[in-house]
């Protein structure tokens, strides 16, 4: 087959764009700079748009400057976004519908959103599963919508693992407390939007 040099030059512009539509497909990443060291999460956008979405923004605001891993409990998970030093609430942006049905497991090492009794409660806060908690998946929970996973932790795992170990006290009604702060210094996207 020969083609003609408008074909062919036409094929390298096609070629010449695909790096670029490729990157602009990339997932997302966002470090979570800690007191305790470094977590990067890759978010996954097809199975959770809406959350992505949220956390992303919340991400660009600098919502999370400065917050805590407020909740910790061992061979279970970690639980951060929502709270600054001394246990005071961040206010929030309305609550997000659950996307839990999305195929994505609460395994160990994935990020998933915190939520009250009412499914479409997801504002701010988040959670890194310690070990495979797969009661928490929609099709095994108690109340039948589980929690939505949107990414996995590709870095900083060990991280996670120290914070999963320190002590915790009760700060009023708020069990599983860290008694030294564990702080969210800061999160920035490392990749994607």
Wanted: proline fraction near 4%.
């Amino acid at each position: 087959m020969i083609i003609s040099r408008r074909q062919f030059a036409g094929a390298l512009a096609a070629l010449a764009i695909l790096p670029a539509a490729l990157a602009a497909q990339a997932a997302p990443q966002v470090k979570i700079e800690t007191n305790m060291g470094d977590i990067t999460v890759e978010l996954n956008e097809k199975a959770a748009p809406k959350t992505v979405a949220n956390f992303l923004a919340y991400v660009k605001s600098g919502f999370y400057k400065n917050t805590l891993f407020h909740r910790v409990i061992p061979n279970f998970m970690i639980q951060g976004g929502g709270f600054t030093s001394g246990m005071d609430e961040k206010d929030t942006r309305a609550p997000i519908p659950i996307e839990s049905r999305n195929g994505l497991s609460n395994a160990r090492g994935t990020i998933a959103m915190a939520r009250t009794n009412d499914p479409n409660s997801a504002t701010s806060q988040f959670f890194i599963n310690v070990k495979d908690n797969h009661f928490l998946n929609a099709n095994a929970s108690r109340d039948g919508y589980g929690y939505t996973v949107f990414g996995k932790v590709i870095a900083g795992m060990n991280t996670v693992d120290a914070i999963a170990r320190v002590k915790t006290h009760s700060v009023g009604y708020f069990d599983d407390v860290p008694i030294r702060d564990v702080v969210i210094k800061k999160m920035t996207i490392v990749k994607g939007k």
